[in-house]
T-cell receptor, first 111, second 111 residues
């Protein structure tokens, strides 16, 4: 079983709509969680951290469910520029050493 | 801003060649990493280093070696390039305070 699993998509989303997707992780002791965004042929960049209480950054909302070992990302009012691959990232021991990466969920926002 | 610089954006090498991928970071980060990224597989850790002259194998070290003679530089070496090493190679550095930053990647093609 992979340490971090994501639906690869693609999620085809009309502009202005809402899209949400999850990621599951296998290590129940994992400490911190993140969503990274990766544009085509570019490096991953931190989108947002994920906290137990849930957190929002503009149109993006992230949630963590420790009991079921999944994190989610919701994008409201999708923009064409949101088209990207979203990587779920788990930091198992909070040390910023070895991270565990999901393979990514592709989102395509269409006009 | 932390900057992680990879020496080449695109590289084409012949089977059997020795290949050097260079990575330099300018923020005095202790930790440095080499990943490869392939479609559907996500990022896989090749080698990492938590200090100068220190190196640890990641999940897929076979066919690779690394060198960290100075804190800011972490080199990945393909001893004898093979076609199955065609991939996107991403270098990253991290610290407890600043988290992870990736370089812009090197797309290596072995022919």
């Amino acid at each position: 079983r992979k340490e971090v699993e994501q639906d690869p998509g693609p999620f085809n989303v009309p502009e202005g709509a809402t899209v949400a997707f999850n990621c599951t992780y296998s290590n129940s002791a994992s400490q911190s969680f993140f969503w990274y965004r990766q544009d085509c042929r570019k490096e991953p960049k931190l989108l947002m951290s994920v906290y137990s209480s849930g957190n929002e950054d503009g149109r993006f909302t992230a949630q963590l469910n420790r009991a079921s070992q999944y994190i989610s990302l919701l994008i409201r009012d999708s923009k064409l520029s949101d088209s990207a691959t979203y990587l779920c990232v788990v930091n198992p021991d909070d040390s910023w050493g070895k991270l565990q990466f999901g393979a990514g969920t592709q989102v395509v926002v269409t006009p | 801003d932390v900057k992680v610089t990879q020496s080449s954006r695109y590289l084409v090498k012949r089977t059997g060649e020795k290949v050097f991928l260079e990575c330099v970071q300018d923020m005095d980060h202790e930790n440095m990493f080499w990943y490869r990224q392939d479609p559907g597989l996500g990022l896989r850790l090749i080698y990492f280093s938590y200090d100068v002259k220190m190196k640890e194998k990641g999940d897929i070290p076979e066919g690779y070696s690394v060198s960290r003679e100075k804190k800011e530089r972490f080199s990945l070496i393909l001893e004898s390039a093979s076609t199955n090493q065609t991939s996107m190679y991403l270098c990253a550095s991290s610290s407890q305070l600043e988290g992870y930053t990736f370089g812009s990647g090197t797309r290596l093609t072995v022919v």
